[in-house]
């Protein structure tokens, strides 16, 4: 195999697959039983269905149908072949983050689901790298677990929620976390999870991902400048989903409030455009101009492709949406693998 990562975890290319996905999710093919017997609400299962697809069912409830492509290595690889992709970069579906049950009970799901991850990774055989999930709502419990995910082969770092049981990411209850976190080397991936304003929308059920989630993530990483988590932990490197959602509209105020209210100026220690420009964001907004946007916002260096595979949500052609949106080779590349180097920590094959 001449593309992805090599033995020594170095990235390398060939065969026309140069691409790096950094949004790419992950189901297990099966869950556990509840620990210690008995059910527990959020707590998901699987029920097959045909065609190689099954259900997720919470609380009794179908959650959502996925194909076999969320646990089987080479159906991923066939499509990522296709694509252009030369690594994927697995995290959890959010809603198996499990925040909302048990912390002791959520540990040994998310757990199950980051050892899934992990033999993904191995068969992959270097076509893969892992974020895993963390058990946020009991920071020593997430802690203990992101230092675990460090130690194994192929993980560059954790995905995490835009909030945690309504807490926003930026609240300094989760310094511990990051602190850790930038300690070990760790990238946090944020994507959006259990949104607010669910209220506020008038329409069918998809417009909680159509809509919502982009609005959280807005609200998220906006949380992060505002709460001061890049200047506490300054070699942090931290990527939102979905483009960064609604912060790029959001920066413009946030800018002119820096100017205008001097709370505003003791609160940061740089403006917003300039803190903006040292988060990372994925390249998933379905619009060449929208991207166009949000490199001019956050920086050539600091937008990577990312798809939201394997849902039916997501971008399909990648690299294309990229040339078509800009001209210039080099910037192509940052887009498609440099920039997602980065950000995961890894070396280039030379």
Known sequence: MSQGLNRAGRFRSGCGCVGIDVHCHVVPSSFPSVPGGGSLSGWPSMTPVQDCHATVVINDKPYRTVNDACWVAERRIEEMDRAGIAVQVLSPMPELFGYWIDAEAASHLVRHVNDVIAALVQEGQGRFVGLGGLPMQDIDLAIAELQRLMALPGFSGVEVGSNINCVAIGDPRFDPLFAEAERLGAAVFVHAVRPAGMDRLVGPAPLQQILAYPTDVGLAAASVITGGLLQKF?????????????????????????????????????????????????????????????????????????TDYPFNFREKEPISRVEQAFDDASLRERLTFRNALAFLALEEEI
């Open 234 to 306: 300054p070699g942090l490197r931290i990527a939102f989903s979905h483009g960064g959602g609604t912060f790029a509209a959001l920066l413009p105020r946030l800018e002119q409030g820096y100017h205008t209210f001097p709370a505003m100026r003791d609160s940061l220690p740089e403006a917003p455009v300039a803190l903006a420009r040292k988060l990372y964001v994925d390249a998933l907004v379905f619009d060449e101009d929208m991207l166009r946007r949000i490199v001019s916002v956050f920086g050539e260096d600091r937008v990577m492709i990312g």
